[in-house]
């Protein structure tokens, strides 16, 4: 067999590696902690992950304005049932900032 054990993973790019998130685990942790347990790769591919994870929650949380915007560029939503939608998630936003960060002294 010539590649292919990690799905191809080294052929991944940005716009896709989100698809590879089980390769890059079983990459980092079944493979370069064991290869070069003291190296930089398996933690740099676990970043990746983390990265990923954000990036996730990041387009969740503002699908709902994508939404509302599409929609109302589509001339399917009103422009105040838009604004009402960037609203909700400005408010939202607002509220996350101002929750005090925790400190590990709690």
Not at 24 to 50: C, F, K, Q, S, Y
Not at 59 to 64: A, G, I, T
Request: hydrophobic letters at 40%.
């Amino acid at each position: 067999m010539s590649g292919g054990s990690y799905n191809y993973l080294c052929h991944a790019d940005a716009s896709d590696i989100g698809n590879n998130v089980a390769d890059l685990e079983l990459m980092a942790a079944a493979r370069l902690d064991g290869i070069n347990p003291d190296g930089h790769a398996a933690a740099d591919t676990r970043e990746v992950l983390t990265i990923l994870a954000a990036l996730e929650f990041a387009v969740r949380r503002l699908s709902d304005v994508w939404h509302a915007v599409e929609w109302r560029d589509s001339c399917d939503w009103s422009e105040d049932r838009m604004l009402e939608e960037l609203s909700k998630y400005e408010a939202q936003r607002d509220a996350e900032d101002a929750e005090p960060a925790l400190t590990g002294d709690e």
